[in-house]
């Protein structure tokens, strides 16, 4: 059996005691992956290993990390992608004699000729995991010195992976990364590396970022950055990250996800105060063909720009699943891909933008996350800035994907009159996000339900379709999403008393349209809500909510907030954790 994992890794060298700061900073990072947690600490003269499966507030309880002295030593949190969650396929693993301890992030391509070998030269393995044979791998190495054997093992490995190793007797850490990502923070007199930034922001504000192919030794005094291949030294400066513990934590709020549904006026405001927007409309002007990559929500935003920039231009952009571009890679010079990510390390995204780039395409990264993958492999990056989002689902890095979208467009099409109509987008979002107690009650009269179809039309379809996705990430109810029109193609035969149509209905040129898509639902005694900021179209719905009128163009921003709330409302109410849904993380770094 294969087991790979997405996981949040954390290594500590330095004064404090490890297993806790350890502990701390996994539970920063437990959006990544929370099915099993382990720590590895090296105490008095050799390493000790604490894991289990289930949540880190569980294994808090029982690991009785308090007592174990050291200050080094590394932690994991696993979401398994094959196998099957349990204390022996948790990570950290070790090699034969428990002396060489590693967590891993990633795939290992030639996990299974390398474990054939290794079986066949005595190693014994304990788990299914591919991770395993790294620790088996670095053990069989002839050098002594762990630097040269952990390097002449990680050269063996073919894949994508994050590595953090640690050996008894050796006081360091080293690690690697090949598609996955990792970052070094610099402390005073201790040294972190990690998964992502807000693991660590306890203790530092000062990253490097580790790029493929190197490798790093960290010790308590500082750190040292080689080549993988060739070991070639790397000199690199270090960046400050104006973000704050304060930011990555909930404020009072009772989830990540409200409080970052709550950010979305700061969002959009940050997203399109500053950023090379002027080169970002000189590359699109120059290219021949525009392509949109992207994932999820992230798509969701590419419809919207494409919807938005052919309005306003005779220009014409294709958007694909980051996922099918492969199997379309319609691009060469004089294509500009636009790659949409939060993270910029979605390994689809990461896929496409790859193939776009080797086929000469020039690639114009929409990321949130500084020093992402994304943002190293793109031609430009405009950033959202919008903090760190640390639900799993996208809520502000939507709107501000797609306020920035919009400034884009504005400046492409040199419609920057218009652009005052997304800062004027706030007190309307103040609006809905005041009136969250409607969406509350609503939840309450729907959370019942158990299948609902999303409907809009034009930009409203992007709308609808990114309503249906956050329903069904942390609800697990049925959602999905159609184009009004289309329902009566098909999807119209499932429609019955009991299913719930949610209809996005904005007083644009698609209102008298949709209205007959409402009317043609209630005739199926499907119950309809409606969306709207036009009052006889509201009072279409058994239910509805109406809005705030604001610029139709807009509408994709201001609809979607009460369809986050929606969703959230109705998570909370059926007792789903709406930071954490099952099966989802994160940052998706497998394809
Ligand atoms: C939706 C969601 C996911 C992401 C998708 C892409 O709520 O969170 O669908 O949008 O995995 O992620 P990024 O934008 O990081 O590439």
Wanted: net charge neutral.
């Amino acid at each position: 059996m294969r087991v790979s994992d997405m996981c949040g890794i954390i290594g500590y060298v330095g004064f404090r005691q490890a297993a806790t700061t350890i502990l701390k900073a996994l539970k920063n990072l437990e959006y990544r992956g929370y099915d099993s947690v382990g720590i590895a600490v090296e105490e008095k003269g050799r390493i000790r290993i604490v894991k289990d499966k289930g949540r880190i507030a569980d294994f808090e309880k029982t690991a009785g990390l308090e007592g174990i002295s050291g200050t080094v030593g590394i932690g994991h949190t696993r979401w398994a992608t094959h196998g099957v969650p349990n204390q022996v396929n948790a990570h950290p693993h070790s090699d034969c004699h428990g002396k060489t301890v590693i967590i891993h992030n990633g795939i290992i391509e030639n996990f299974e000729s390398l474990k054939e070998q290794l079986a066949k030269a005595g190693h014994r393995f304990k788990s299914d995991t591919d991770t395993e044979v790294i620790a088996h791998l670095i053990e069989s190495q002839k050098e002594d010195d762990f630097e040269s054997a952990f390097v002449a093992a990680a050269r063996k490995i073919e894949g994508t992976y994050s590595i953090v190793a640690i050996r008894q007797g050796d006081g360091r850490i080293i690690c690697s990364r090949k598609s996955s990502p990792l970052i070094i923070g610099i402390g005073k007199k201790e040294m972190f590396c990690a998964s992502d930034m807000p693991a660590v922001l306890d203790y530092t504000n000062e990253f490097v970022i580790l790029k493929d192919g190197e490798y790093a030794v960290l010790d308590a005094t500082g750190h040292r950055i080689c080549e993988l291949q060739g070991g070639r030294q790397v000199k690199r400066r270090s960046m400050r990250i104006d973000w704050t513990r304060q930011m990555a934590q909930k404020d009072g709020f009772a989830h990540f996800m409200i409080k970052e549904i709550h950010q979305q006026q700061s969002a959009i405001r940050l997203a399109t105060t500053s950023g090379e927007y002027g080169r970002a409309a000189r590359l699109l002007d120059g290219a021949k063909m525009l392509r949109v990559v992207a994932c999820g929500s992230s798509y969701h935003a590419g419809l919207v720009f494409k919807n938005v920039l052919e309005r306003l231009t005779d220009r014409h952009v294709e958007v694909s699943y980051a996922s099918e571009f492969m199997h379309l890679p319609n691009v060469g010079k004089g294509t500009v891909v636009i790659a949409i990510s939060q993270s910029g390390e979605t390994a689809d995204t990461m896929a496409a933008v790859r193939l776009a780039k080797e086929r000469g395409a020039k690639v114009l990264a929409v990321c949130n996350v500084v020093g992402s993958s994304l943002t190293r492999e793109a031609d430009l990056t405009l950033y959202l800035n919008a903090g760190p989002e640390i639900a799993v689902v996208a809520t502000k890095s939507f709107t501000s994907q797609l306020a920035l979208l919009y400034k884009l467009v504005f400046i492409v099409s040199k419609r920057q009159d218009l652009e005052q109509g997304i800062a004027d987008l706030s007190s309307a979002i103040d609006a809905v996000l005041t009136k969250a107690g409607d969406m509350e009650k609503l939840a309450e009269k729907l959370c019942k339900s158990t299948d609902f179809f999303f409907i809009g039309r034009g930009l409203s379809h992007a709308t609808a379709l990114e309503g249906a996705l956050k329903l069904k990430e942390i609800t697990y109810l049925h959602a999905e999403s159609y184009p009004a029109g289309e329902l009566k193609h098909g999807p119209l035969s499932l429609l019955e008393g009991g299913v719930k149509v949610v209809a996005i209905a904005p007083g644009d040129e698609t209102r008298t349209k949709i209205m007959g898509n409402i009317k043609e639902c209630q005739a199926r005694n499907a119950e309809v809500i409606v969306f709207s900021d036009d009052k006889d179209a509201a009072r279409l719905g058994t239910e509805f909510a109406l809005l705030p009128k604001v610029d139709p163009i807009f509408s994709p921003i201001l609809f979607s907030i009460p369809l986050q709330l929606l969703a959230y409302y109705i998570s909370v109410k059926k007792g789903c954790d709406p930071d954490k849904p099952r099966n989802l993380a994160k940052s998706v770094t497998v394809e």
